[in-house]
């Protein structure tokens, strides 16, 4: 049975309502500055942004952050925020770059977190993403270690149950990155469902490949 996309337009305004999400974006954007010095010269692009939980993180560092997403409602939730704290530094855009939408401007950082398991082809997302950003600009991509598909539980719209690290960062080679590293940006505990029937506590974890191109 052929895999389909997950529509978050449905998701989008309960979306920051679980505080896991808040903490998961809070570890990921102390993982990404612990690897790249954030300056205020630099415009930066969140790729698959969400509700900007990450980018709003990452606003008061930079010159400009650009959310991309593929979900409007996502987006929507987004933009209230930008104008309830009257941000000018943040700007959103619908795009979807698997659909062969194009992006052309190029960035000094582009961050994508939580996104590549959604992603049917990484290699040639992180390829595309590659060619947006200017010499010596950096990509760090946060995602899941491999797990047994019971992250997520409803796995609509997953394409990948977490990634081997070493396949990330081979990726990251090909594309033409340099000083390719990774660490664990985040542990979580989430309840699952097991075969036998009830429920379990795990431990997974989320790690953040960087490279420079």
């Keep these: 049975m052929k895999q389909e996309k997950r529509n978050f337009d449905h998701d989008a305004s309960s979306w920051d309502e679980k505080p896991g999400r808040a903490k998961l974006a809070e570890d990921v954007f102390s993982a990404l500055i612990r690897e790249i010095t954030l300056t205020k010269n630099m415009d ?3 790729y ?3 509700t900007g939980l990450i980018t ?14 593929s979900s409007e409602g996502m987006l929507n939730v987004l933009n209230d925020k930008i104008s309830r704290q009257k941000l000018t530094n943040v700007l959103t855009r619908h795009l979807d770059m698997e659909a062969g939408e194009g992006l052309h401007e190029r960035f000094d950082l582009i961050v994508s977190s939580m996104t590549l398991h959604h992603i049917q082809q990484p290699e040639i997302l992180i390829k ?11 990509l760090c991509v946060a995602d899941l270690d491999p797990d047994d598909g019971s992250f997520h539980g409803d796995n609509q719209g997953v394409f990948h ?15 033409g990155f340099q000083h390719i590293g990774d660490i ?3 542990k ?12 379990a506590t795990r431990e997974f974890t989320v790690f953040l490949v960087s490279g420079q191109k």
Excluded: M, W
């Design 44 to 46: 930066v692009l969140d």
């Design 48 to 50: 698959g942004c969400g």
């Design 56 to 69: 709003l993180r990452i606003q008061p560092f930079v010159n400009t952050v650009t959310g991309i997403d």
């Design 128 to 138: 595309q993403l590659s060619e947006n950003l200017h010499a010596g600009g950096y």
């Design 161 to 175: 149950s977490g990634f081997e690290r070493s396949h990330v960062k081979d990726i990251f080679e090909k594309s």
């Design 184 to 186: 664990t940006a985040a």
């Design 188 to 199: 979580l505990i989430k309840d699952v469902e097991v075969e036998e029937g009830g429920g």
